[in-house]
């Protein structure tokens, strides 16, 4: 209780600011949420559902206080396959399968692998995931027909006619217009929330008055929001291997997707408010309300970039801001749902456009030479990786590439001098990391045929690290003994004398521990 009461006076001058900036994220919550329904393939107020319980429960555990979770298009995209191929009740199982991967992953301390995350493989990701937002929109420009095939009615999807093509062009180019622009008069509301409220009062007087109708959220769901609490759910299926096959593999992609989005979103939060969060709390806070989340019927959900920022820049600041958020969130679907059915389809693909513009990260474009190659290469392998597999996969391609070409580059960095002293013995000197990515250039470095009868290698100025590079010196001593010269090592270094003792199988190496230089 002491702590309780402490925690609370040392973070009651935020609250006014939490409890504000939640509401907002509230009210920007509701377009996203239904926008990522329409991208998995589930009804609107499954993803409204998931969002305020992922909100809740994420908010409470949390690691990084500030930081918001609810339903998104990285985990929608994930489950999207599986959700048409098997149905809702294996999107729970995945589900809850995921959240207990999450939790594994926060109990086993992955979070400080995350650290090894480059950068160049940070922003292919977030590339790559505005393209894959991107395209996934244009399936709503899309309608169902039914053509008669020798006698067989059968459903396909079709463009919309050019006319309606056209008109919902001009109103998704409406909102993203407002969205963009709405902020240089006030930022007192959330301009995501004025452009779609904007473009649904116009898309209601049109209907009123017979000029046209715009697909609203309830005609592309095909039925009315009706706000209610989510309940508990048990999976409607029996636990067996079979059924594990098949959700395992979605299941243990999404916690990835899910955990990679925390770490980069922690980030952003940590850089933004000078502070530090946890990451493997954030993990465990991730999976709890993924649990939560398939329990309740709920589609998964992870943290989520943009919302974070507009919840800091509205000055929230502790876990409060989070659950204000969810229940505010709660409170607008049960009673507001009415509003949410008339929203047009156009106004929330508009919202998603500008989601993409603001997740690219343009200035990768404009680096130049600034930047090294290898870079853009990590950069497009992840975008491309990201937009033809999965998020997990291309950022674990990203990490390996930029770990081999990091490894290649420290390689060539290898560098000797040559010298023989007065008693006719020739020293190479060797300046730079000996380890399984220098080893080549490391044994062409030697003349074994026409130095002299005793050489000393000189590790004064070098670095071995693994047990490739001891490899490599007692590759180097043995083709020195067979041609029947003397080959040392002096002055190693303590890891290379740690190696060295631990390696018995090393026989050709011997160390002059009594060298003096000359």
């Not at 998704?172 to 929330?193: G, H, N």
């Not at 490899?471 to 740690?498: H, M, Q, W």
Request: glycine share 8%.
């Amino acid at each position: 209780m002491d702590k309780l009461i402490t925690a609370f006076n040392q973070n009651k001058k935020y609250f006014k600011n939490d409890a504000l900036s939640g509401i907002t994220v509230a009210l920007a919550l509701i377009p996203e949420a239904i926008a990522f329904a329409f991208v998995a393939g589930v009804s609107p107020l499954l993803s409204l559902q998931t969002a305020v319980i992922v909100a809740f429960v994420a908010a409470i555990f949390t690691g990084r206080p500030g930081m918001i979770s609810a339903s998104t298009a990285a985990i929608a995209i994930v489950l999207a396959p599986l959700i048409a191929a098997h149905g809702l009740e294996y999107l729970f199982a995945t589900v809850v399968l995921m959240g207990i991967l999450q939790v594994l992953m926060g109990a086993t301390k992955l979070g400080k692998f995350t650290s090894i995350i480059p950068h160049s493989v940070v922003l292919g990701f977030l590339n790559g995931l505005a393209m894959v937002i991107f395209l996934a929109q244009w399936e709503q420009f899309k309608t169902k027909e039914t053509i008669l095939v020798n006698g067989i009615e059968t459903v396909h999807e079709v463009w919309l006619p050019a006319l309606d093509m056209g008109i919902m062009l001009v109103f998704v180019l409406i909102t993203m217009s407002i969205i963009a622009w709405f902020p240089r008069i006030t930022k007192a509301v959330p301009s995501s929330l004025v452009g779609i409220a904007t473009v649904t009062i116009i898309a209601m007087l049109l209907d009123k008055y017979g000029i046209y109708h715009l697909t609203t959220v309830e005609n592309f769901a095909g039925m009315k929001l009706e706000g209610d609490l989510p309940g508990f759910h048990l999976p409607g299926l029996g636990l067996n291997w079979e059924m594990l096959k098949i959700i395992f593999p979605y299941a243990f992609i999404a916690a990835l997707v899910g955990v990679t989005e925390a770490a980069l979103t922690l980030r952003v939060v940590d850089d933004m408010t000078d502070t530090k969060g946890k990451m493997d709390k954030e993990f465990f806070a991730q999976g709890f309300a993924n649990l939560a989340s398939g329990f309740t019927g709920g589609m998964g959900g992870c943290a989520m970039i943009g919302q974070s920022i507009i919840n800091i820049k509205s000055g929230g600041r502790t876990r409060f801001a989070g659950l204000v958020a969810a229940m505010a969130l709660l409170a607008f679907i049960m009673f507001g749902g009415e509003l949410v059915n008339a929203i047009p389809l156009a106004s929330l693909i508009g919202l998603m456009f500008i989601v993409v513009v603001s997740t690219f990260k343009w200035e990768s474009l404009k680096y130049g030479k600034k930047i090294p190659l290898q870079d853009y290469v990590v950069i497009a392998a992840v975008s491309i990786a990201t937009v033809f597999l999965d998020l997990a996969t291309a950022v674990i391609i990203g990490v390996l590439m930029s770990t081999v070409m990091f490894a290649w580059e420290k390689g060539k960095r290898l560098e000797f001098t040559t010298f023989t002293r007065k008693d006719g013995c020739k020293v190479y000197r060797l300046d730079g990391i000996l380890f399984f990515g220098s080893v080549l250039n490391f044994k062409d470095l030697f003349k074994i045929n026409d130095d002299p009868k005793s050489v000393i290698l000189d590790l004064k100025y070098a670095k071995v690290t693994d047990f490739s590079a001891l490899e490599a010196i007692d590759s180097v001593a043995l083709k020195y003994k067979e041609a029947g010269k003397c080959f040392r090592i002096v002055r190693p270094g303590t890891n290379c004398l740690t190696l060295l003792e631990n390696a018995e199988h090393i026989a050709a190496v011997k160390i002059d521990k009594e060298y003096k230089s000359e």
